[in-house]
């Protein structure tokens, strides 16, 4: 199944793609059919089939605005580490964002007023389905609910000003997720061996693989489970390949006016206009 959370009117619900089409699951929340597991992914699938919501005045939400946890991982394609000079990793690179900064599809990312150093990183996103802590390798995938689209946009000049990356990773409506949650049996295992393509007005400014992931899905879910306890609802955005702006000459960052574009095959595009952010 596909989720999408929207807005309307002041109101605000989950509704399932059946085609075209988006149909409210009314009465129906997504951290409630996650947490149901299978179970309530079937009772979503009885309830879509309602009548289509108007998509008049919809406004997409990010499909979890706020979940518990949001890890990303950082230089986790060979091509992006090599284009940092990095050595080949033993272990993956965990940062944390915050809910504070997401934004939904066809909603704005934001270019804060400190600063025009604004970059693209498009990202396959995993949602956490089933708690767990010390979860192996070969069972971390029975934790994985289904996948997302992630825009990981990095204000650099904030990012390389300290000994860590939080502060560049966490300006106000830089998370770009969605617009669905694609459940896990849609996709292949780990959602590998799909094309994620980054496009900035047009032109394409990453194109890979997630077969190219060094740390595959499970991997991640296995090492971070390690230290903490995954939850339901939690977000691990996997990394980003070549091609961001800061490595770029000259470098190509977002400026007002732009629409950055993350595609990933089989889930969709996720699709934002860049605008200032007001004083």
């Known amino acids: 199944m596909r989720f999408v959370s929207w807005t309307k009117n002041g109101a605000r619900g989950i509704a399932a793609r059946r085609g075209s089409e988006l149909i409210d699951l009314k009465g129906l929340d997504l951290m409630s059919i996650l947490e149901a597991g299978q179970q309530g992914i079937e009772r979503a699938a009885a309830a879509r089939i ?25 230089m986790n394609y060979q ?25 939904g599809h066809e909603q704005p990312i934001l270019r ?39 825009n990981e946009a990095s204000v650099r000049e904030y990012q390389s000003r300290g000994q860590q990356w939080t502060l560049g990773k966490n300006f106000d409506a830089t998370g ?34 997630t077969d190219d992931l060094i740390f595959d899905v499970a991997t991640l879910i296995a090492r971070l489970s390690e230290a903490m306890t995954l939850e339901t609802g939690d977000v691990i955005v996997t990394g980003t390949p070549a091609g961001i702006g800061f ?5 190509l960052y977002m400026k007002p006016g732009d629409v950055c574009e993350v595609e990933i095959e089989r889930i969709g595009t996720l699709r934002n206009p860049i605008r200032d952010e007001t004083a």
């Open 79 to 103: 091509d992006h580490a090599d284009e940092n000079k990095l050595k080949p990793q033993a272990h993956p690179t965990f940062f944390a964002r915050f809910a504070s900064t997401l934004v």
């Open 247 to 251: 490595f770029r000459n000259p470098k």
């Open 112 to 150: 804060p007023t400190v600063s025009d150093t604004l970059d693209f990183e498009g990202e396959l996103a995993a949602i956490v389905g089933k708690p767990g802590r010390h979860i192996p390798v070969e069972k971390a995938l029975d934790h994985v609910a289904g996948y997302s689209i992630f």
């Open 50 to 74: 309602g009548s289509a919501l108007d998509p008049a005045g919809l406004e997409y939400l990010p499909p979890l605005s706020k979940p518990h946890k949001i890890v990303c991982v950082g």
């Open 176 to 209: 770009a997720f969605g617009p669905d949650l694609v459940t896990a049996d849609e996709l292949p295992p780990g959602a590998k061996g799909l094309r994620l393509t980054t496009r900035l007005n047009g032109v394409t400014v990453q194109s890979a693989n």
